[in-house]
């Protein structure tokens, strides 16, 4: 069975709205903590190409900054 070990923040994030009076708001939302996640991995992925999807889960679950134990 697979068990989620990755949790990003997903309640009030600065995002772009396009249909909005204003530019920018707060969403919430599964879909805003996904580009939280990606962001990380493309910065690890960027500066260390080698690095397998293993690797980065590990990288990421072990510095605990979206760790689910936190």
Do not use: C, W
């Amino acid at each position: 069975m697979l068990q989620q070990d990755i949790a990003a923040q997903r309640v009030n994030i600065f995002a772009v709205v396009p249909q909005a009076e204003t530019l920018y708001e707060f969403e919430s939302g599964t879909s805003m903590a996904t580009s939280h996640v990606s962001g990380i991995v493309v910065l690890l992925k960027s500066l260390h190409l080698y690095l397998s999807h293993a690797s980065i889960n590990s990288a990421i679950v072990t510095i605990g900054i979206y760790s689910k134990q936190m």
